[in-house]
C-alpha cells in the first residue's frame, strides 16, 4: 500500500528556514505572504519527502538552494493568461512605446518560469517589433534560467495556452512558433536572440538601462504590503521617465502610499511613472 508523505509546518519552522537561508546565503524571503509561502513550502517538502532538517542540510550548498528558489517561486501556469491584457499591451502601450521610441527595452524581472517571456517574444515578433528591442529576463535561479532558454513548455500547458492565443489576436497560428519535441513543445529559439539573461534577487542591484515597460505581473500578491511597496519603489528607479509597469489583475499600487506613479488601466493593473 503506498503511504501519501504529508507535513504541516508551524511559524516557528518557518521562521527557522527564513531566517537560516537569510543568514547563510543572504536571500531574504521574511516578507513573502506566510500562508501561501507556508503552502509552497510544505508543497516542496512533501514531493521530494524532505523532513524540515533534511532540507536546511541541503541547503547549506549554494547548488541546492539555487534549485530551491526555483522550485519555491510561483511558476505562471499559461501563456498569454488575460488575453486582454495583451492586446492592450500590443495595440495601445507597446504600439505608442514604439511610436516615439527607435528601440524598446523591456524587462521582466523575478521569473519563475517561461510563459511571459515567450508570450512576450511571440507577440513583438509577429507584430515587427522583436528587431527594435531590447528584452531582459533575470530570476534568482540559475536553473530557472537556463530551463527558459531551452524554450519549452509542458504539453499540459498547450491547450489553454492555444486559446489564450486565439483570444489575443494574434495573427498567425500558435503552431507557427514551436515544433513537438516528445511530450513537450520547443519554442524557436531565433526569437531569443534579442535578450539578455541573468540571475537577479529582489534587491534589483543590476545595472540596467531605463526601461519603458517593466513587466511584473502576479508576483505582488505573494509579498507582504511593506514588501511591496519597497518593489514597487524600486521598480520605479529603473523605469524612464513615464516608463509602464505592469501587474496582475488582483495587484494593486497603494496610490496614497507610493505616488510616484499614474494609474492608466484599473482593470488590468497597468502604472506609468510619473515624469
Not at 503506498?2 to 516557528?12: A, M, N, P, W
Not at 512605446?97 to 508570450?119: D, V
Not at 486559446?163 to 507557427?176: M, P, S, W
Amino acid at each position: 500500500m503506498q503511504v501519501t508523505f504529508s507535513i504541516e509546518l508551524g511559524i516557528r519552522e518557518i521562521r527557522q528556514l527564513t531566517g537560516f537561508v537569510k543568514e547563510k546565503h543572504g536571500v531574504d524571503f521574511s516578507e513573502y505572504a506566510l500562508t501561501s509561502f507556508k503552502r509552497r513550502l510544505e508543497g516542496f517538502l512533501c514531493a521530494n519527502k524532505f523532513s524540515m532538517e533534511t532540507l536546511l542540510k541541503k541547503l547549506e550548498s549554494k547548488e541546492y538552494l539555487d534549485h530551491f528558489v526555483g522550485r519555491i517561486a510561483v511558476s505562471a501556469t499559461e501563456m498569454f493568461r488575460e488575453p486582454t491584457f495583451w492586446i492592450l499591451l500590443k495595440n495601445i502601450y507597446l504600439a505608442n512605446i514604439f511610436k516615439e521610441q527607435p528601440k524598446a527595452k523591456i524587462w521582466l524581472p523575478m521569473c519563475a518560469s517561461g510563459e511571459e517571456y515567450y508570450s512576450l517574444v511571440i507577440l513583438l515578433k509577429e507584430s515587427g517589433w522583436l528587431e527594435r528591442s531590447e528584452i531582459y529576463v533575470s530570476s534568482m535561479s540559475d536553473e530557472t534560467l537556463e530551463a527558459i532558454q531551452r524554450g519549452w513548455l509542458e504539453n499540459d500547458k498547450l491547450e489553454i495556452s492555444s486559446k489564450n492565443y486565439a483570444r489575443f489576436q494574434g495573427v498567425g497560428q500558435f503552431t507557427d512558433f514551436y515544433k513537438k519535441t516528445g511530450n513537450d513543445i520547443a519554442f524557436d529559439k531565433s526569437m531569443f536572440v534579442r535578450t539578455k539573461f541573468f540571475k537577479n534577487g529582489l534587491e534589483f542591484d543590476c545595472d540596467l538601462p531605463h526601461m519603458h515597460l517593466i513587466l511584473f505581473r502576479n508576483q505582488l500578491i505573494y509579498f507582504i504590503p511593506s514588501l511591496q511597496y519597497k518593489v514597487t519603489d524600486m521598480l520605479h528607479v529603473k523605469l524612464t521617465p513615464k516608463g509602464l509597469l505592469a501587474l496582475g489583475i488582483l495587484e494593486e499600487i497603494d496610490m496614497s502610499v507610493n505616488s510616484k506613479y499614474t494609474l492608466l488601466n484599473k482593470n488590468e493593473s497597468i502604472y506609468q511613472r510619473k515624469a
